[in-house]
């Protein structure tokens, strides 16, 4: 399974904006998207930018004088393997483990529960 490093969450503002813009993005358009509801500074921004490319969750690409930032994952495959770390760290990497949990502490609601019977039904 491959691994990936933990986004923070500002680091996961600016990743959702990179992930809804479908191709390759520029810091301009990040940042204007990012400013209708932050007041982050452009240096701010190409911080996060450079953070994320050394983590390895962006693909910077220099075209004359504009970079472009392209995700290395889906926002579906991030959270998988998110998820994937997570189970492994905490729960042994058990589903029912992490399920128990929740149960246990009241996490999940009675319509929940059906819910999850009628998925795990349908798989």
């Known amino acids: 399974m491959k691994s990936v490093q ?3 969450e500002a680091e996961s503002e600016v990743m959702r904006v990179v992930w809804a813009a479908g ?3 520029t810091s301009q358009v ?6 209708k509801r932050k007041d982050w500074k452009p240096t701010t921004v190409l911080t996060f930018l450079t953070r994320l490319t050394e983590k390895g969750l962006l693909r910077t690409e220099k075209r004359k004088k504009v970079n472009y930032y392209t995700p290395v994952f889906s926002e579906d495959e991030y959270k998988h ?3 994937r770390a997570f189970l492994e760290t905490v729960h042994e990497g058990s589903v029912k483990n992490l399920l128990a949990a929740l149960y246990d502490a009241d996490d999940i609601s009675p319509e929940e529960i059906e819910e999850l019977k009628k998925w795990f039904s349908e798989r």
């Open 6 to 8: 933990k986004m923070s």
């Open 23 to 25: 191709g390759p993005v």
């Open 30 to 35: 990040i940042l204007a998207e990012l400013n």
């Open 81 to 83: 393997l998110e998820t």
